[in-house]
């Protein structure tokens, strides 16, 4: 796994954190609600990709 990930996936919540509270304090909580869902997402599909890997690397490891 590479250090870059980690720090993207970071940068994500940083932004939608922000997000979330510009979002609350102005009273727009369902908007907020969606970039939080919406953050989620796409750090899910930053990861699938490590998880395939994941799983090929356990694969080769036990001959399956």
Known sequence: ???????RIAGVG?????LDILLK?????EQAMMTTIA?????LMMIV?????LFD???????L
Do not use: P, Q, Y
């Open 57 to 63: 690397t356990i694969r080769s490891v036990f001959g």
């Open 49 to 53: 990709g490590e998880i395939g890997t």
């Open 14 to 18: 940083i932004i939608v954190a922000v």
């Open 25 to 29: 304090k102005s009273g727009k909580d």
């Open 1 to 7: 796994m590479d250090i870059d990930l980690i720090f």
């Open 39 to 43: 953050g989620l997402v796409v750090v």
